[in-house]
């Protein structure tokens, strides 16, 4: 049974090839094209997949896209609604490619492929959560999946056992740990989706002096999910900013790209990494507490912070933690295959 899996649009395009269950080939399109995080359609990694696994695409039994495009572009309109007219720029950007790179995808892989099989979208966090729980050493786990956001989740909290995923609960849009980061990635003067790691090496330097403010941002609950505030943030009709004045009114003027590094800075980014893996940590003890299960999977794209990653393991409960090695997007092509293999099409794990 050969399941190609396939993620792009964002970033991070990737694909995979798991045969009877077993992931055979993966590889990110970056690779092939020289660009980092490219989001194009991973042409050159589908090739190289099949090239691995010695096929022709007319011997797959399935393909799986990592998200529902469909949803994803409802969202989008939605939010755009409620913070128009500000997100009027933002909506029109994104609504042809929403359209032609992603509620087309069925089309393009038919094209591309030339393939009239089966084609699935899995769920985005499903396929995080895939990602990481069929290739773990568990027959049963917990899973938590955390990143920007998918169609509407930015947070999971599932159960895996067997060959089957059950989802116990979400965080929706517009409240996100991963642009909660992003955002004050954005504030120190670093890219999104690219500099967050910048920002965790940063946090080593300083001390979480800001973390006062930094509870003004974002409200952390007895069951471990979060609620942001908004009115500091403007991802939502503005990604190139991410967050209003209101921010800088909070932690003082944000530092452009080639501005040096301060003190200040240093240690905003202590106090963000410090409230970002008590979040993660109190999210890990309650998914402990209602399941019971002694293993933890993580993944989403906050799952790469490695130094959160080490509380969950020092705190969450839980006596073993895995860690999809490609827990982001690229990833979840691997997930979107493993979900068609098993939880579709009934392939033993």
């Known amino acids: 049974m050969n399941v190609l899996g396939v993620s792009s649009n964002y970033h991070d395009a990737a694909a995979c090839l798991v045969r009877d269950g077993r992931p055979v080939a993966a590889a990110e399109e970056e690779r092939f094209t020289r660009r980092k995080h490219d989001a194009h359609f991973p042409c050159h990694a589908i090739a190289y ?4 696994g010695a096929i022709e695409p007319s011997q797959l039994d399935a393909v799986a896209f990592y998200e529902k495009p469909a949803r994803k572009l ?5 939010i755009g609604k409620q913070y128009a007219p500000a997100s009027a720029v933002h909506v029109a950007s994104q609504f042809a490619p929403g359209i032609g790179e992603g509620v087309c995808m069925e089309r393009t892989l038919r094209d591309h492929l030339q393939f009239d099989g ?13 990602s990481a729980f069929f290739v773990s050493p568990f027959q049963d786990a917990a899973i938590l999946t955390v990143d920007g956001v998918g169609e509407w989740a930015t947070c999971a909290q599932s159960s895996g056992h067997g060959g089957s995923i059950q989802l116990q609960r979400e965080i ?8 909660l980061y992003s955002t004050l990635t954005a504030y120190l003067g670093f890219k999104v989706n690219d500099d967050e790691y910048k920002v965790m090496g940063l ?5 979480p002096r800001f973390r006062a403010e930094l509870e003004r941002l ?3 609950h007895a069951d471990g999910s979060f609620t942001l505030s908004l009115p500091y943030f403007a991802y939502m009709y503005d ?10 009114h909070l932690l003082g003027p944000r530092r452009l790209p080639r501005e040096p590094i301060g003190e200040r800075h240093q240690d905003i980014a202590a106090s963000l990494q410090e409230v970002t893996e ?3 940590v109190g999210m890990a003890r309650f998914c402990f507490a209602q399941t019971g299960l002694p293993n933890l999977c993580l993944a989403g794209g906050v799952a790469q912070n490695c130094v959160a990653n080490s509380k969950v393991l020092a705190r969450g409960g839980f006596q073993n933690v895995f860690i999809q090695p490609a827990p982001g997007d690229s990833g979840a092509a691997m997930g979107a295959a493993l979900w068609a293999s098993h939880e579709v099409l009934g392939v033993a794990r």
């Open 49 to 52: 997949c099949l090239r691995e």
């Open 74 to 78: 409802a969202r989008v309109l939605q």
């Open 118 to 130: 089966q084609i699935y979208f899995c769920e985005h966090h499903l396929a995080h959560a895939a």
């Open 172 to 179: 929706h849009y517009p409240h996100s740990l991963g642009l």
């Open 203 to 207: 946090a080593s330097y300083g001390k």
């Open 218 to 220: 974002v409200e952390i």
């Open 239 to 248: 990604p190139q900013r991410m967050f209003t004045e209101e921010l800088e």
């Open 278 to 280: 008590d979040i993660l």
